[in-house]
């Protein structure tokens, strides 16, 4: 109970740590990659720090569900980072909710946040929200068929029984499932967390905007805690596309010198898996809306495939 | 006599709907008294039954049979586990719709004719009330038959209670005719077991399925599939279903679409896992199949509706075909012999079943109350009512995240159950076959995406923002009854979401009476506390850990908030610097789903038609009329044409009907004759 208790209150302050540092370093890199210098690695807590402080302005037609959102946005991603494993293969609360829990759990967040757009009466919040849902609404299939060809080859759901499932076959990154899979979960990874070609998470062009649409009446602590929210997602769906196709490293036991290895190697790959998203948003250009779905298919066929070769192979 | 207590209570129920039902006859002439005695009754004979089906389902079942001079057609009832479920089922909702209704008729009282019309609905209601609960309970088949045709007559009479529209009574029509389609093919369906069998009674029919030889089994599976089917309004026997159920009075509705499909769902399980012996597998692939289709297509033509009502009715089809996936994997886990899978995947179904019973019925009683205080159930002229009518907003919004499947509401639970059962059918069917498991489950991971896209339009238009017509701008909160009626059923959402895991043991005689094993043991982990997928290390999940966990990480952030953080101002929202920003300039419905309509332009083939009025330049209309519509693919395709066909069929036969009773008189003696040689025949 109290390991419990305490791996939780580990894992957590991990996360609400660690998730703006990453947003930071992605950031950092890609101007970097564009010969420019970039505002720093530690521009997120900058300004989570300056919002925290600030005050609030709430649209006058906005009712409860306005202020619910990001709370809820936050809670459901603080919990999901909960039950993934991170840097040991055992996530302190595994037992109580799976992969299924960890997808619903960030639709629960999604759905709030949806609503929360269409709360201001703007025509750009329903703009984002129908955005976010019709884009979700395909990329999910194609996140569930991936995830179900990882599930099935561990004959579970639960993510830490997929991770040491995993550990136990250090090789099998290379069959060919699991490279289709891994494809599949990246781009829906790049969809999930509105990046391009999906979505431009630096623009603020009126017809572009998706997720950036949703949020444009939010303000103060209450921004804060959005942007906080979909940076720890981005690292759960990081996290989740690391450790369960490279599980290397991640700590078996509670014995602290395999828990600085796991730190070690856990931070290591976040970076190469950063650099990767960032190498693809240089190299691509964002595609129209429309073109969104296209992408969305080929993540499907890629899951569809993936789950037919382990069952071949 | 020792299970005298159920078995009073429940005719005691039985009694109580038919008071209900007379009472509501005889006061036509007054409708308050009307109106309490019918909606009183109705709450009485749910209480009643529903203590007598716990009873039944915690302890032991129950039959009884009312003497009958002829041995074939004995009224026979039993409250074995299965009934006994059923009958809460009912109970739960037909309690919280009775308490809703005191308030929700309470408005036809004023005007001269609806409130004469009053004491009919009162009539039918308890009715349907009535004849679905002896559906659930008969144990032989001409009883069954009786009461099915019972509920389809009670049905009709309800939807086309506003005779004098024109939607209503084709909505009704389209019912009757296809109600009797069912009724055609159940009868013969149960003609062709109960001859095997050589009784009708459900005893007798349990052991029939050894009996019939292949081919019969594939005709009796297809005439009963095709019959529970069109019952349960599965894609593509669904297109009554979206025109009959928004077209009744909003508490009719939710009974509709929250129980009487569910007397479909009823029959294929008794049918499909206890009449039928061991089926083949195509029949379960084909249950799959139908199931993921209408799945997808429901939830797919409920996103392009803006009719609340309507979008509602779609939203059932869709959940039909979720709780068949779970049907469907366990006649495959039976065949292939896996029990305990089966047994998990029975339990799926049938609490999925449940669930959408109680959230279904809350929905609509959410867009009851809606249509109650603004007149209207289309969408596009809603909004901003989270303000005026606070409760029924948040029942409404309870209603809409059970329904998309989100965490920790019993929506979750149980779709959370049937891809389990999807994911262990991988391992239990070998071949090709299995494949077909992940797939589904990726599909019903695109139809819960789907249904909570459907569901931020729903409520976010309607309940959201500003109000885009007078009518949801004077909008009043719902009577407290009507509330009453909602909060129990939300309370319910919660209860089964949150408590999942101390409600499924009830599933242990379900299953013992189905498949024949008890799944209790492996379901749950830790004390109860943890749902288990049935298989050592499968996968667990705690909604109850999920929702104190939630409300823990939540607290942090709004205890912080409101401590240090008290600088809010309203201010106006952002109008991109032009002057006021007005409900025009809200997203509509109709916009909200354009992205989905355009993805899925191939299914939906969608039309458009713009008109612009302009005086000197084109960049200046004085008015613009749009127009737009999605092809009814089914009612063109499928529908058109089996019509014509029997158009000109009758035209053909118009010939032999000469209107001369001479001619008549002949064919029936022509018919006679050819039966009689038929008979003579050895």
Same mark, same amino acid.
């Given at each position: 109970?109290?390991?419990?208790?305490?791996?939780?209150?580990?894992?957590?302050?991990?996360?609400?740590?660690?998730?703006?540092?990453?947003?930071?370093?992605?950031?950092?890199?890609?101007?970097?990659?564009?010969?420019?210098?970039?505002?720093?690695?530690?521009?997120?807590?900058?300004?989570?720090?300056?919002?925290?402080?600030?005050?609030?302005?709430?649209?006058?037609?906005?009712?409860?569900?306005?202020?619910?959102?990001?709370?809820?946005?936050?809670?459901?991603?603080?919990?999901?980072?909960?039950?993934?494993?991170?840097?040991?293969?055992?996530?302190?609360?595994?037992?109580?909710?799976?992969?299924?829990?960890?997808?619903?759990?960030?639709?629960?967040?999604?759905?709030?946040?949806?609503?929360?757009?269409?709360?201001?009466?703007?025509?750009?919040?329903?703009?984002?929200?129908?955005?976010?849902?019709?884009?979700?609404?395909?990329?999910?299939?194609?996140?569930?068929?991936?995830?179900?060809?990882?599930?099935?080859?561990?004959?579970?759901?639960?993510?830490?029984?997929?991770?040491?499932?995993?550990?136990?076959?250090?090789?099998?990154?290379?069959?060919?499932?699991?490279?289709?899979?891994?494809?599949?979960?990246?781009?829906?990874?790049?969809?999930?967390?509105?990046?391009?070609?999906?979505?431009?998470?630096?623009?603020?062009?009126?017809?572009?905007?998706?997720?950036?649409?949703?949020?444009?009446?939010?303000?103060?602590?209450?921004?804060?805690?959005?942007?906080?929210?979909?940076?720890?997602?981005?690292?759960?769906?990081?996290?989740?596309?690391?450790?369960?196709?490279?599980?290397?490293?991640?700590?078996?036991?509670?014995?602290?010198?395999?828990?600085?290895?796991?730190?070690?190697?856990?931070?290591?790959?976040?970076?190469?898996?950063?650099?990767?998203?960032?190498?693809?948003?240089?190299?691509?250009?964002?595609?129209?809306?429309?073109?969104?779905?296209?992408?969305?298919?080929?993540?499907?066929?890629?899951?569809?495939?993936?789950?037919?070769?382990?069952?071949?192979? | 006599?020792?299970?005298?207590?159920?078995?009073?209570?429940?005719?005691?129920?039985?009694?109580?709907?038919?008071?209900?039902?007379?009472?509501?006859?005889?006061?036509?002439?007054?409708?308050?008294?009307?109106?309490?005695?019918?909606?009183?009754?109705? %709450?009485?004979?749910?209480?009643?039954?529903?203590?007598?089906?716990?009873?039944?389902?915690?302890?032991?079942?129950?039959?009884?049979?009312?003497?009958?001079?002829?041995?074939?057609?004995?009224?026979?009832?039993?409250?074995?586990?299965?009934?006994?479920?059923?009958?809460?089922?009912?109970?739960?909702?037909?309690?919280?719709?009775?308490?809703?209704?005191?308030?929700?008729?309470?408005?036809?009282?004023?005007?001269?004719?609806?409130?004469?019309?009053?004491?009919?609905?009162?009539?039918?209601?308890?009715?349907?009330?009535?004849?679905?609960?002896?559906?659930?309970?008969?144990?032989?088949?001409?009883?069954?038959?009786?009461?099915?045709?019972?509920?389809?007559?009670?049905?009709?009479?309800?939807?086309?209670?506003?005779?004098?529209?024109?939607?209503?009574?084709?909505?009704?029509?389209?019912?009757? &005719?296809?109600?009797?389609?069912?009724?055609?093919?159940?009868?013969?369906?149960?003609?062709?077991?109960?001859?095997?069998?050589?009784?009708?009674?459900?005893?007798?029919?349990?052991?029939?399925?050894?009996?019939?030889?292949?081919?019969?089994?594939?005709?009796?599976?297809?005439?009963?599939?095709?019959?529970?089917?069109?019952?349960?309004?599965?894609?593509?026997?669904?297109?009554?279903?979206?025109?009959?159920?928004?077209?009744?009075?909003?508490?009719?509705?939710?009974?509709?679409?929250? &129980?009487?499909?569910?007397?479909? &769902?009823?029959?294929?399980?008794?049918?499909?896992?206890?009449?039928?012996?061991?089926?083949?597998?195509?029949?379960?692939?084909?249950?799959?199949?139908?199931?993921?289709?209408?799945?997808?297509?429901?939830?797919?033509?409920?996103?392009?509706?803006?009719?609340?009502?309507? %979008?509602?009715?779609?939203?059932?089809?869709?959940?039909?075909?979720?709780?068949? %996936?779970?049907?469907?994997?366990?006649?495959?886990?039976?065949?292939?012999?896996?029990?305990?899978?089966?047994?998990?995947?029975?339990?799926?179904?049938?609490?999925?079943?449940?669930?959408?019973?109680?959230?279904?019925?809350?929905?609509?009683?959410?867009?009851?109350?809606?249509?109650?205080?603004?007149?209207?159930?289309?969408?596009?002229?809603?909004?901003? $009512?989270?303000?005026?009518?606070?409760?029924?907003?948040?029942?409404? $919004?309870?209603?809409?995240?059970?329904?998309?499947?989100?965490?920790?509401?019993?929506?979750?639970?149980?779709?959370?159950?049937?891809?389990?059962?999807?994911?262990?059918?991988?391992?239990?069917?070998?071949?090709?076959?299995?494949?077909?498991?992940?797939?589904?489950?990726?599909?019903?991971?695109?139809?819960?995406?789907?249904?909570?896209?459907?569901?931020?339009?729903?409520?976010?238009?309607?309940?959201?923002?500003?109000?885009?017509?007078?009518?949801?701008?004077?909008?009043?909160?719902?009577?407290?009854?009507?509330?009453?009626?909602?909060?129990?059923?939300?309370?319910?959402?919660?209860?089964?979401?949150?408590?999942?895991?101390?409600?499924?043991?009830?599933?242990?005689?379900?299953?013992?009476?189905?498949?024949?094993?008890?799944?209790?043991?492996? $379901?749950?982990?830790?004390?109860?506390?943890?749902?288990?997928?049935?298989?050592?290390?499968?996968?667990?999940?705690?909604?109850?850990?999920?929702?104190?966990?939630?409300?823990?990480?939540?607290?942090?952030?709004?205890?912080?908030?409101?401590?240090?953080?008290?600088?809010?101002?309203?201010?106006?929202?952002?109008?991109?610097?032009?002057?006021?920003?007005?409900?025009?300039?809200?997203?509509?419905?109709?916009?909200?789903?354009?992205?989905?309509?355009?993805?899925?332009?191939?299914?939906?083939?969608?039309?458009?038609?713009?008109?612009?009025?302009?005086?000197?330049?084109?960049?200046?209309?004085?008015?613009?009329?749009?127009?737009?519509?999605?092809?009814?693919?089914?009612?063109?395709?499928?529908?058109?044409?089996?019509?014509?066909?029997?158009?000109?069929?009758?035209?053909?036969?118009?010939?032999?009907?000469?209107?001369?009773?001479?001619?008549?008189?002949?064919? &029936?003696?022509?018919?006679?004759?050819?039966? $009689?040689?038929?008979?003579?025949?050895?």
């Amino acid at each position: 109970m109290i390991a419990t208790v305490v791996s939780i209150a580990l894992q957590l302050s991990l996360v609400l740590l660690l998730s703006p540092l990453v947003s930071g370093i992605i950031k950092t890199l890609k101007a970097r990659l564009q010969t420019r210098r970039g505002p720093g690695i530690l521009q997120p807590y900058r300004e989570l720090h300056k919002l925290l402080r600030k005050g609030m302005v709430i649209p006058e037609s906005a009712s409860w569900i306005f202020s619910a959102a990001p709370i809820v946005v936050f809670s459901t991603a603080a919990l999901v980072s909960l039950m993934i494993p991170m840097i040991s293969a055992a996530a302190p609360l595994s037992l109580f909710g799976g992969v299924l829990a960890v997808v619903y759990l960030l639709g629960l967040g999604r759905f709030f946040l949806a609503l929360g757009g269409l709360d201001t009466g703007t025509p750009f919040g329903g703009l984002g929200s129908s955005r976010e849902m019709t884009i979700s609404a395909l990329a999910e299939p194609a996140m569930m068929l991936a995830i179900f060809t990882v599930a099935l080859s561990a004959n579970s759901t639960n993510l830490s029984e997929v991770a040491h499932s995993a550990i136990g076959q250090s090789w099998r990154f290379l069959a060919p499932s699991q490279v289709l899979a891994f494809a599949a979960l990246f781009i829906v990874l790049i969809a999930e967390t509105g990046r391009i070609p999906v979505d431009n998470p630096a623009t603020h062009l009126e017809l572009t905007m998706i997720h950036e649409a949703m949020i444009l009446e939010y303000s103060g602590p209450y921004l804060a805690l959005i942007e906080w929210g979909a940076w720890i997602k981005q690292l759960i769906l990081m996290t989740l596309l690391i450790n369960t196709f490279y599980p290397f490293g991640l700590s078996t036991d509670m014995g602290l010198l395999n828990l600085a290895t796991g730190c070690a190697s856990y931070l290591l790959k976040l970076l190469f898996l950063s650099a990767l998203v960032v190498l693809v948003e240089t190299t691509n250009a964002k595609i129209r809306l429309f073109r969104v779905p296209e992408l969305l298919a080929v993540a499907f066929v890629l899951g569809a495939l993936a789950l037919i070769s382990t069952f071949l192979f | 006599m020792n299970s005298f207590p159920t078995t009073g209570l429940f005719v005691g129920g039985l009694a109580a709907y038919a008071l209900g039902s007379i009472s509501g006859f005889l006061f036509r002439i007054s409708p308050a008294t009307a109106r309490r005695a019918g909606c009183g009754f109705g %709450l009485l004979g749910a209480v009643l039954q529903g203590i007598s089906g716990l009873a039944a389902l915690l302890g032991s079942s129950v039959e009884w049979s009312i003497p009958c001079a002829v041995p074939l057609f004995a009224y026979s009832f039993s409250l074995g586990a299965v009934s006994a479920y059923f009958t809460v089922a009912l109970s739960l909702l037909a309690a919280s719709v009775s308490i809703y209704s005191f308030g929700y008729l309470a408005g036809m009282e004023k005007g001269v004719e609806s409130g004469r019309k009053l004491g009919l609905l009162t009539f039918f209601y308890n009715a349907l009330l009535l004849s679905l609960s002896v559906v659930f309970t008969a144990s032989n088949a001409f009883l069954f038959l009786i009461a099915w045709e019972m509920t389809s007559l009670a049905g009709y009479a309800l939807v086309t209670f506003d005779h004098k529209s024109e939607e209503s009574r084709s909505a009704g029509l389209l019912y009757l &005719i296809m109600s009797h389609v069912e009724a055609g093919c159940l009868l013969l369906g149960f003609a062709l077991i109960g001859q095997h069998a050589g009784s009708l009674d459900f005893h007798a029919l349990r052991q029939a399925g050894g009996l019939l030889s292949p081919p019969q089994q594939a005709c009796a599976f297809l005439l009963f599939f095709l019959g529970f089917g069109i019952k349960a309004g599965v894609i593509p026997v669904h297109i009554w279903l979206p025109a009959a159920h928004p077209v009744a009075p909003s508490n009719v509705s939710a009974l509709l679409s929250g &129980i009487v499909i569910k007397a479909g &769902i009823y029959g294929m399980v008794r049918v499909f896992l206890e009449f039928l012996g061991v089926v083949p597998n195509w029949m379960g692939i084909a249950v799959i199949v139908v199931a993921v289709t209408s799945a997808i297509l429901g939830v797919l033509y409920a996103l392009m509706e803006h009719d609340l009502k309507r %979008l509602l009715a779609y939203h059932s089809i869709e959940n039909i075909g979720i709780i068949l %996936l779970g049907l469907g994997a366990a006649m495959m886990f039976q065949t292939a012999g896996y029990p305990r899978l089966a047994a998990f995947a029975v339990i799926a179904c049938l609490f999925h079943t449940l669930n959408h019973a109680v959230f279904k019925c809350l929905l609509f009683l959410g867009a009851g109350s809606v249509l109650h205080s603004t007149h209207t159930k289309n969408m596009e002229e809603l909004g901003g $009512l989270n303000r005026r009518m606070p409760w029924t907003s948040l029942f409404f $919004l309870v209603g809409a995240i059970a329904i998309s499947g989100l965490p920790p509401l019993n929506g979750f639970v149980s779709e959370w159950l049937t891809y389990q059962s999807l994911l262990a059918g991988f391992g239990a069917e070998k071949g090709l076959v299995g494949l077909m498991f992940p797939i589904a489950g990726s599909l019903l991971a695109l139809t819960g995406a789907l249904a909570a896209a459907c569901f931020v339009k729903a409520f976010g238009i309607t309940f959201l923002a500003l109000p885009r017509s007078p009518e949801a701008e004077n909008a009043q909160e719902a009577p407290t009854t009507m509330l009453a009626g909602m909060g129990i059923l939300a309370f319910a959402c919660f209860a089964l979401g949150i408590g999942a895991s101390w409600f499924l043991p009830v599933f242990e005689g379900i299953t013992r009476e189905l498949v024949g094993v008890s799944a209790r043991g492996d $379901l749950t982990l830790a004390h109860g506390f943890v749902i288990s997928s049935g298989t050592p290390h499968g996968g667990s999940v705690s909604t109850a850990v999920i929702a104190l966990m939630l409300l823990a990480l939540g607290a942090i952030p709004a205890w912080f908030l409101a401590r240090r953080f008290a600088v809010r101002r309203v201010g106006p929202t952002w109008d991109c610097g032009l002057p006021g920003l007005g409900p025009e300039n809200e997203y509509t419905a109709t916009a909200f789903s354009k992205p989905l309509r355009m993805v899925f332009a191939a299914l939906y083939k969608p039309r458009r038609e713009i008109q612009t009025v302009f005086d000197v330049s084109p960049y200046f209309p004085k008015s613009i009329h749009f127009e737009s519509e999605i092809e009814p693919t089914f009612e063109n395709r499928i529908y058109k044409p089996v019509q014509a066909m029997v158009y000109w069929i009758s035209l053909r036969m118009r010939a032999i009907q000469a209107g001369s009773i001479h001619a008549y008189l002949a064919y &029936i003696f022509v018919t006679l004759v050819i039966l $009689l040689l038929f008979g003579v025949r050895p």
